[in-house]
């Protein structure tokens, strides 16, 4: 029984790193992916719970990434270029994090801005 719960977390970590690949173009999966991460994280073991801290924070950092580069564009035309490097952010930290959770392995550092 135990292990059914693991795997169904682990499922949902996936969906939510798929989720938020699916928000570069439809903004809205990210919000349901990150209310999914807050849901399952009180429930996951130590290995997944770092799976979605991770995950959590790619949500506000990418905000924080996004709202500046949209000030930015507002006064110089060099904002615009957070948004490519916002979604190519968000497709290589997704990536990573299904190939480490594809091997039950932990986010080696879940607070981290990069990869």
């Given at each position: 029984m135990e292990n059914d719960k693991q795997q169904s977390l682990q499922r949902n970590a996936k969906i939510i790193y798929v989720l938020y690949m699916v928000g570069i173009i439809i903004g809205l999966t990210t919000v349901i992916g990150v209310v999914m991460a807050y849901i399952?994280?009180?429930?996951?073991?130590?290995?997944?719970?770092?799976?979605?801290?991770?995950?959590?924070?790619t949500f506000w950092y990418g905000m924080l990434f996004l709202i500046a580069?949209?000030?930015?564009?507002?006064?110089?035309?060099?904002?615009?270029?957070?948004?490519?490097?916002?979604?190519?952010?968000?497709?290589i930290r997704s990536v990573?994090?299904?190939?480490?959770?594809?091997?039950?392995?932990?986010?080696?550092?879940?607070?981290?801005?990069l990869f």
């Open positions: 399952n994280k009180k429930d996951a073991p130590g290995w997944l719970k770092s799976h979605f801290e991770f995950q959590a924070n580069g949209s000030l930015l564009s507002t006064v110089i035309s060099l904002g615009y270029v957070a948004f490519p490097v916002w979604a190519v952010w968000v497709i990573k994090g299904m190939k480490l959770l594809d091997g039950q392995q932990p986010q080696p550092d879940p607070k981290n801005w």
